[in-house]
């Protein structure tokens, strides 16, 4: 679902082009990425959502698992498809729902939605380089409709020379459809099946979780933060009251991440 | 809190979601617009990005650890299909069903 490494990749090299003096400056990508036109027009918008419409169908097997666990967790099919429609970010949507106890921890929903979705940030910053010549109301509107797979598709697309500063929109319209939708397919089916254990239901959150898992695994790097994660969580488990092992866990890892940087 | 009619939106509800918006929007724009504004250094970024699988392991090893046998092997069957097919359906109704049939055995 995440791949960060496109961003990070360009984000070093360019680094490394300011820093270096090895007359590595005229890479031809770098220089295109200044010289081709961009537009923003319909034609972005339609390849961009035609490009991403079978991986929006995908997405839509998270949104009916979402409509699901938040019909479970005592959400109405109104409230799971506002958030769906508002929010539009899969995994901190399948996070919070499994948060969802009563009373309301609003805190740990609202901080363990940021921490999840810091990565947006990143995904936002890597998409500069074009964005940055587009018009405030067109950059800023397309972001709104930004998630990890349309980002990973536009940037695919703009990296390739294609010019068409729309393509993230198009796509992002493509993912919302299809998101809004199997929530409300998931949230109304939710709520006819009875005894959640007797179906495997109650498993249903774990298989989503450890399927992201699998998508995000980025190779041997993965292994000390998710190990970091997992003892830390474990441990916060038994010792700290509500669901804020989560966040702790998270935040380990990236602290740890923070400092090992260097090693 | 617990809605019993589909269209129920509880006002508390609908502000924790509005909240959860806002936040979410700050992300999806606050990168760009930081950009030229302060440098992020490349240690904070390697740390940021390691937070959304670290997440979803810290939300799933306490979740397993008070599981079985029946949950662990269910959980094999999923990392397998997923692994092996990278299709969500597939690997969330293997699951599913593998659950279902080693909680039957067990």
Known sequence: MTKLDGSDADRDHSEHLEASSDGSVDDPQVTAVEREPLTFGREGIRAGFLTC??????????????????????????????????????????????????????????????????????????????????SPRQSYGSLLVMADENWALTMRDLKSGSGRGAFLLGSGIAIWCCWVGATIIGATAGGVIGDPARYGIDFVLAAVFIALAVELWDGRSTLVPWLVALVTAIVAATFVP??????????AAAAVEVIRYDQ | MISDGALALDPLVVGVILAMTLVTVLTKVGGFWLLRRIEVSERLEAGLSVLPGAIVIAILGPELAAGGPAEWGAAGIVVLVMWRTENILLALCGGIGAVVLFRALG
Do not use: C, K
């Open chain 1, 242 to 251: 509500g669901r804020w092992y989560i966040l702790l866990g998270g935040l």
């Open chain 1, 53 to 134: 419409l079978p991986v929006a169908l995908g997405v839509g097997g998270y949104g009916i698992a979402f409509g699901m666990l938040a019909r479970q967790a005592g959400l109405s099919v109104a409230e799971a498809t506002l958030m769906s429609a508002t929010v539009i970010a899969g995994a901190a949507q399948i996070v919070v729902v499994e948060l969802w106890t009563d009373p309301l921890p609003v805190a740990a929903i609202v901080l363990t939605t940021l921490a999840i979705n810091l990565r947006y940030s990143l995904m936002g910053a890597a998409l500069g380089p074009w964005f940055e010549r587009l």
